[in-house]
């Protein structure tokens, strides 16, 4: 079993930053992936971000140039620095985690929210 805690969204105006962090505890040993999602209202949920154990990473299109994801391995812990975010950004965020026996396990979730 892997518990993940979420810190870091709030309301932010369009053209500002945020960083998300998620910790991982538990089975730490067995965590290969660590990664972002989000879901808006209505819409399903989506990849933002992922990073390896190795350190490859992969993003989606949309947040390509304005959001870096990074893990500290000795921490356990993902991040998600958000820059130049815009309105279309506003969603629940959800930290994942994929073992290398292909268990995923989520977060709780994290409102981030961009508005002026």
């Known amino acids: 079993q892997v518990q993940l805690v979420e810190s870091g969204g709030g309301l932010v105006q369009p053209g500002g930053s945020l960083r998300l962090s998620c910790a991982a505890s538990?089975?730490?040993?067995?965590?290969?992936?660590m990664g972002w999602y989000r879901q808006a209202p209505g819409k399903q949920r989506e990849l933002v971000a992922a990073i390896t154990s190795g350190g490859s990473t992969n993003y989606a299109e949309f947040v390509k140039g304005r959001f870096t994801i990074s893990r500290d391995n000795a921490k356990n812990t993902v991040y998600l620095q958000m820059n130049s975010l815009k309105p279309e950004d506003t969603a629940v965020y959800y930290c994942n985690v994929l073992t290398f026996t292909y268990y995923d396990y989520w977060g709780q979730g994290t409102q981030v929210t961009v508005s002026s």
């Open positions: 538990g089975s730490i040993f067995s965590i290969n992936a």
